[in-house]
């Protein structure tokens, strides 16, 4: 596959709602779309890292540069047969997953719409329909989080996940599960807390929780054995799993009974594959996770859910629930019994809406070989 250019935009969309997690709130995004042309295809990419560095240390201010300056111009000076060739190229670049993310996606894309396959199947998929679960944000009230969750069960998903943090956790959990016992119910602390919270971290074991998503640093995998040992509440780890290796490593030890696979996070889709087939060996389970994405992201983040092993509710959720308008035709639909139909329509199944794109971008720049 030649690739002969390279353009990065960035769009701004803002949120239908505002999302707090543990490290703040916001109102709007800005997100970095990456296309490419191959051969005559178009292949879209989205970079997921955030408007700060918050959730990870990449931004979308580093993610620019380094797409520009190195990742670029390395696929540009390279033929690559395929998607799964992206990650070799890279490796000089150390960390900067998700900007690399962003590029090895689009190729895959390319790559499925240049063979007139399903990008699930590319994907090596068998789902043909994946469950959805929703995260919800940190709310004014309590009153508020009912009243979102009561629209979340009616819409029909199937597994409600809150954010959590100190002063947000015991009391709303309390109000929860006493209108509502049964509802499958996971948290995401987001590293809200430490080691020296056991004895508070062990008080979520009365609620019947899914799981407990990274409660402890970001960086940390080993501390989470630790605290494995001490509560009943399965721990997924999510900030903490950075490649194969580290999913490995943490399900050894147990460190956690569940993993969050976010292909930005790990890299792109050869590197979640690889955390995927890790959690099989273990008999663990996985599920997709999300990072407020635009329907392209979201897009490939359906494709990821058919792998086999995507056992659990992923935070793939309706765009209508983040967008007035999405960006991709048609957009995100939920069934009522929550669940996402998959077509064999080529490539995602979703086409991008171009011209809603350029009405939301913000700058835009497009790479050719020997001209960064
Ligand atoms: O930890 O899963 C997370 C959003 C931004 C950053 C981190 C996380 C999240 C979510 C949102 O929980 C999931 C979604 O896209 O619906
Ligand atoms: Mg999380």
């Avoid at 409600?160 to 006493?178: F, T, Y």
């Avoid at 799993?241 to 490995?248: F, G, S, V």
């Avoid at 019994?337 to 998959?342: D, E, H, P, Q, S």
Wanted: charge should be neutral; include cysteine; aromatic fraction near 8%.
């Amino acid at each position: 596959m030649k690739i002969e250019s390279i353009t990065l935009r960035e769009i701004h969309m803002p949120l239908v709602q505002f999302f707090e997690t543990s490290f703040g709130r916001i109102y709007s995004r800005r997100i970095l779309l990456l296309s490419i042309e191959a051969d005559g295809v178009r292949g879209w990419g989205e970079c997921v890292a955030g408007e700060d560095p918050y959730y990870s240390p990449e931004w979308i201010e580093t993610a620019w540069p380094t797409i520009k300056h190195y990742l670029a111009p390395l696929l540009l000076e390279k033929e690559v047969d395929a998607g799964r060739d992206c990650g070799a190229l890279f490796t000089r670049v150390r960390g900067h997953r998700m900007a690399k993310a962003a590029l090895e996606n689009a190729v895959w894309d390319a790559e499925a719409r240049q063979k007139q396959m399903p990008l699930w199947k590319l994907l090596g998929g068998t789902r043909r329909e994946i469950s959805c679960g929703v995260s919800i944000g940190i709310q004014d009230t309590p009153e508020q989080l009912l009243q979102k969750i009561e629209n979340e069960l009616t819409a029909g998903y199937r597994r409600i996940k809150i954010k959590v943090k100190p002063g947000w956790d015991l009391n709303v959990l309390e109000r929860i599960r006493a209108r509502w016992t049964d509802i499958v119910l996971s948290v995401d602390a987001n590293s809200a807390y430490t080691l020296d919270e056991v004895e508070h971290l062990r008080k979520f074991d009365a609620f019947n929780l899914l799981m407990i998503e990274q409660p402890l640093w970001n960086d940390e995998i080993y501390l989470h054995a630790r605290l494995q040992k001490a509560i009943r509440t399965a721990i997924c780890l999510d900030e903490s799993i950075l490649n194969a290796r580290d999913a490995d490593c943490a399900l050894e030890i147990g460190a956690a009974r569940i993993l969050n696979i976010k292909v930005g996070r790990v890299g792109g889709f050869s590197e979640a594959k690889k955390v995927h087939d890790v959690a099989s060996r273990h008999n663990v389970p996985v599920w997709c996770g999300g990072m407020l994405e635009s329907g392209i992201g979201r897009a490939h983040n359906i494709a990821l859910s058919t792998l086999e092993n995507f056992r659990l509710p992923g935070d793939v959720s309706a765009s209508k629930r983040y967008w007035k308008e999405d960006i991709i035709d048609p957009e995100v639909k939920v069934s009522s019994n929550g669940m996402i139909a998959i077509t064999d329509a080529p490539g995602t199944g979703y086409r991008v809406r171009e011209n809603l794109v350029r009405s939301f971008t913000v700058r835009e720049e497009t790479f050719r070989k020997g001209k960064v």
